[in-house]
C-alpha cells in the first residue's frame, strides 16, 4: 500500500478535443535542362524531390493537445526542384505531430477515422506530392531533346480533429460541485479551480498520484447523455478510465436520486460502463450532522449502495481513500 502523496504532483488543464488543418508537402519540378559540358550534348534534367508526409506519434504525455490551441496549420516540406546535370531535388522532411495515447484522429475531409493506441506507434495522416520528372526521363529514340518536364504533384491536405479519449486509472464521476476538484487537489497537491456554484470545471482536470493517474471528470446533470450541459464530453472520457470514485454531496437531500442520475446517463451513453469498478463517497460531510449523515448513508444502502463518507478536512476519510488508491496501486503494479 502507498499512502500519501505522490512526490511530483502536478494537475493541467486538459485539452480534449481540437481541429486543425494539415497538409503535406508539394513534390518539387522537374528539370527540363540540357547538357553544358562540351562536345557533350542531350538532356539532363533532375527530377523534383517527394513531398513531406504528416504522420502523428502517440505519447505518454496526455497535454500535447494543449500545443494546438494557437497553431491551426501545419505542413509536411515541400521536396526540392530538380536541377541540371541529371542533380534530384531533395525531399521534403516529413512533419510528425505528437498527440496523447487514448486520440482519436478524425479525418473530416475524407470521414475516415484512426486510433492512436501505443507511445511511439505513428500513422501517416497525409501523403506527400509526388516529385515531378526531369526531362531526362522524355528521352526516346524518335525525340533525343525532350523539353518537356513534369510539375510536381500537391500533397494531401485534410482537416483533423483530435478526440482524447481519457486513459485515466481514476476518474472522480458525480454532479457538479459535489468536491471532486477539492479531492483531486488534496490527493495530488494541486490547485484546480473550486467554487460554489456548478460548473465549476469546464474541462478534465488530471493529477498524479504515485503511479496513478487522477482525473476530475466535468460534472454531469441529467440529460447528458443526450448532449444537455457539458454532455459527452464528460461521458466519453469514462470508457476508458479503470475505476471510478463517484461522488455525492452529503447536503443533498436525495443522494440516492443523484447517484442514480449518474448511472442512468452512463448507462445510456454505453451500457458497459455501469460495470466498471465503483467507489461511492458522500462529500462534504463536515457539512452536515452526524445523524442526519447516518440517515442519508443508510438511503444509500437501502439501494444497494455501500456508500464511504468524504471531507477534505477529515483526516481519517482521507486516509482511507488513499489505502484504496494504494490497493490499486497494488494491483496495477502485478505482472
Known amino acids: 500500500m502507498c499512502p500519501g502523496r505522490g512526490e ?18 508539394n513534390g518539387g519540378k522537374g528539370s527540363a535542362t ?58 521534403g522532411k516529413d512533419l510528425i505531430l505528437k498527440v496523447p495515447v487514448g486520440t482519436v484522429v478524425h479525418n473530416l475531409t475524407a470521414k475516415t477515422e484512426q486510433e492512436v493506441v501505443t507511445p511511439g506507434e505513428r500513422i501517416r495522416i ?20 525532350p523539353t518537356r518536364a513534369d510539375d510536381g504533384k500537391p500533397g494531401e491536405s485534410f482537416s483533423i480533429r483530435f478526440e482524447l479519449k481519457l486513459i485515466a486509472d481514476v476518474g472522480f464521476i458525480g454532479l457538479p460541485n459535489v468536491g471532486k476538484s477539492s479531492l483531486l487537489n488534496e490527493l495530488t497537491n494541486a490547485k484546480s479551480r473550486v467554487a460554489n456554484y456548478a460548473f465549476t470545471t469546464l474541462e478534465p482536470n488530471l493529477g498524479v498520484y504515485y ?5 476530475d471528470i466535468p460534472g454531469l446533470i441529467e440529460g447528458a447523455s443526450s448532449g444537455r450541459g457539458l ?21 443533498s437531500p436525495d443522494p440516492y436520486a443523484d447517484y442514480k442520475v449518474i448511472r442512468k446517463e452512463m448507462e445510456r451513453y454505453n451500457a458497459s460502463l455501469s ?6 463517497f458522500l462529500s462534504k460531510s463536515d457539512m452536515i450532522s452526524p445523524a442526519e449523515m447516518k440517515q442519508k448513508i443508510n438511503m444509500l444502502k437501502k439501494g444497494g449502495i455501500r456508500a464511504h463518507t468524504l471531507s477534505i478536512h477529515d483526516f481519517k476519510a482521507i486516509e482511507k481513500i488513499k489505502g484504496i488508491l494504494g490497493k490499486i496501486i497494488e494491483k496495477k503494479m502485478k505482472p
Do not use: C, W
Open 275 to 280: 460495470r466498471k469498478k465503483e467507489h461511492v
Open 211 to 215: 503511479e496513478l493517474i487522477l482525473a
Open 8 to 25: 511530483l504532483p502536478f494537475l493541467f488543464m486538459l485539452i480534449d478535443d481540437i481541429t486543425i488543418r494539415v497538409r503535406a508537402g
Open 126 to 145: 497525409a501523403k506527400g506530392g509526388r516529385g515531378g520528372r526531369g526531362n531526362f526521363h522524355f528521352r526516346s529514340s524518335t525525340n533525343m531533346s
Open 231 to 251: 454532455g459527452i464530453k464528460f461521458l466519453r472520457h469514462i470508457e476508458r478510465t479503470g475505476v471510478l470514485f463517484h461522488i455525492i454531496s452529503a447536503e
Open 34 to 91: 540540357f547538357n553544358k559540358n562540351l562536345n557533350q550534348y542531350g538532356p539532363v534534367g533532375g527530377s523534383g524531390g517527394e513531398g513531406g508526409d504528416v504522420y502523428i506519434e502517440g505519447s505518454s504525455d496526455l497535454g500535447l493537445l494543449n500545443s494546438f490551441r494557437f497553431k491551426k496549420e501545419f505542413a509536411g516540406e515541400n521536396g526540392e526542384n530538380g536541377r541540371g546535370q541529371f542533380r534530384d531535388g531533395a525531399n
